[in-house]
């Protein structure tokens, strides 16, 4: 088996080492507050955009109401057209019936278009094991490929790597291009990629792509990209197969226009991608392109577990990344330290759904709950809320650490008799007065959390409802 | 007196390290015409229970509240955060069908953020005072996003003769606090609070003023430690008139 190896666990260590990493700092400080403010222009320009997300939203719980109904039409409407539905159930599921279609198609080679599921199930990993090589096309992701990584953004894969990190990447990779060439900008990075990948089109047997949402009316796949190169992935090989979770159904084709309304508003404040595009079915006699073969791998991977729990609405999730964009956390750590596949707060929701909380259960607690994502979701998802139900699954499975555990107690405790409370912040007040000097703390016992880094304000001295009862008399 | 009969939830951290702050919105409360009373009964709200997934003892700290507030015209804290656990998070904690649902609902829809009940609810929209320093706000997430705390503070301050009030860019940006959040993740918390004070130092202010004691601690606590020439105060310490008590962290 093939899967990426969660460093959830390791998340402290994973931000520690983030914050020091000064490649990484200048990328995410470079990118900072770009998403937010697009977001922000996009969302003034159009005024009915509130109304939209409640649209959207609206229209994802109907479908969620139904799931089981809408993909069972959508799969008629596959059929129907000469393509093939596959139920993945888990993610080894999804790999072994990807590996079976391209060894079917005799295929050495595999194009593939951005798709985030095939993230979550390692098919490159997969590929690669099995002697098929799998070829990015997406220019974030073909830069992560390059260096051996995983995407940090679900929309921008390599927000994390700066210019001359690509620059580094390319010459290691394209050693047969000139040594001489000027690669010290993004017009010249892309230019290189766009040359190189050309090439490789022509030569996969099969395109792999993603699918923002499927049609369960039509039965059609729609996918969004900037660069087109999920066109050429998905109509240039002799087989396509579209790889997407089974939430990603929507009813018809208005809903869909509904959700493309607010998807790219939400992630790059664009009206909309520069390609947006639809396929259904193997080519038709009369088209002049198109694939041979026609396969949808619709993966489960723990979805369905997520129906009818507090964790319902995480699947009404777009995948847009406005979230992680607005993400405080996430704008200084960066992806990676989230150590799964998916970042953020859509991260911290949706990772302990999928690879349980036992092992995702930092990211939920990674969190002010500052409720900036929440805010700025297209799709209302109250992400805070749900983090706390992670909290509180964690508490009840006694995974919250004994510190918390027992220090909550003995305040809880303290706290439910009024009279013992007000004498122990008087004491309390008292205390640290007594330690603070011109009215900080420089070091706390025990409290090197926030001694560490920062000065902690002493008390004033008595408490207010000492005085206020003194005032009172 | 005919004004409303207002019960002051004070807040655990401000009745512990503050309780000036406590004093000056008791008396922007009786300026407005209320009458204040205290319960004795209060401690906390349960926030740092409710955020650690221990959702009994929260309920258990509720039920206290509840009992301790129930009865009042209005319930109000200096606040943002502790505010929205009462307003927002008790009716959650007990759902319809539960015996104290109504009871926590009758106190949630009473309970209000000080800033935001002078002007919303009390239509106060200037405050008699003179300051002649200049400031920047910082928009605590609790108050700004679940109960739209945001045009109200400025509003105020935009009444103190003498007060120049400037942005700073990201003033909607958390400051890392986040409860136990800032010693569970401090790496983290640290980085968020040093973009926070360099945000506010870059406006030229001398005072960053917010609604919740806990991230004034926190980015005064910072700016102590940077060695930053401006102050922290809670916005009610100059809408009440007191910039005599020691900026938080200055000595006393």
Known sequence: MTMHTPTTPAFKANAHAALDNVNLQTALRGSRGNFVAKRAKARADLPEFDDLRDRARDLKNAVLANLDLYLEAYEAKVVESGGHVHWAKTAEDAQRIVLEICRNAGAKTVNKGKTMISEECAINDHLIAHGITPVET?????????????????????????????????RKAHTHLDPARDLTNMASLQAEARGVLRAKYFEAEVGITGANMLIAETGHSIIVTNEGNGDLSQSLPRVHIVMASLEKIVPTLEDASTILRVLARSATG?????????????????DEDGPEEYHVVLLDNGRSNMLGTEFQDMLRCIRCGACMNHCPVYQAVGGHAYG????????????????????????????????????????????????????????????????????????????????????????????????????????????????????????????????WKARAK | MSGPRVALFVTCLVDMFRPSVGFATVKLLEDAGCTVEVPQAQTCCGQPAYNSGDRATARAMARAMIAAFEGFDYVVAPSGSCAVQIRKD?????????????????????????????????????????????????????????????????????????LELTEMVEADVCCGFGGTFCVKYPDISNVMVGDKTRNIAATGADLVLAGDLGCLMNMAGKASREGRAFRARHVVEVLAGDLGTPAIGDAT
Not at chain 1, 143 to 157: F, K, N, V
Not at chain 1, 273 to 285: I, L, W
Not at chain 2, 95 to 120: K, N
Request: charged share 20%.
């Open chain 1, 138 to 170: 997406d220019l974030g992701e073909y830069i992560i490929q390059l260096r051996g990584e995983i995407p940090s953004h679900i929309i921008a894969p390599a927000v994390h790597v700066t210019v001359p990190e690509v620059e580094t990447a390319f």
């Open chain 1, 270 to 286: 664009q009206e909309m991608s520069v390609y947006t595009t639809f396929s259904k079915g193997p080519r038709r006699a009369e």
């Open chain 1, 340 to 467: 799964w596949v998916y970042p953020g707060p859509m991260g911290a929701v949706l990772t302990p759904s999928l690879i349980g909380v036992e092992t995702g259960g930092h990211l939920p607690n990674a969190s002010t709950f500052c409720g900036r994502c929440e805010a700025v979701c297209p799709m209302h998802i109250p992400l805070p809320k749900m983090m706390r139900h992670w909290r509180e699954r964690e508490f009840e499975k006694q995974l919250t650490p004994g510190a918390v555990r027992y220090g909550l107690g003995a305040y809880a405790w303290v706290a439910a008799r009024p009279k013992l409370y007000r004498l122990a912040t008087r004491i309390g007040a008292r205390v640290l007065r007594a330690m603070g000097r011109r009215g900080r703390i420089k070091a706390l016992p025990f409290g090197g959390g926030w001694t560490d880094m920062r000065d902690f304000p002493s008390p004033q001295g008595r408490t207010f409802m000492e005085q």
């Open chain 2, 90 to 162: 008790y009716p959650q904690l007990f759902p319809e069908g539960d015996p104290f649902a109504a009871r926590a609902r009758a106190v949630a829809e009473r309970t209000h953020e000080i800033t935001s009940f002078l002007t919303d609810v009390l239509g106060v929209t200037s405050v008699p005072q003179t300051a002649s320093v200049s400031a920047t706000y910082h928009d605590s997430c609790s108050g700004l996003r679940s109960l739209g705390v945001h045009d109200q503070p400025r509003t105020l301050l935009g009444s103190v003769a003498g």
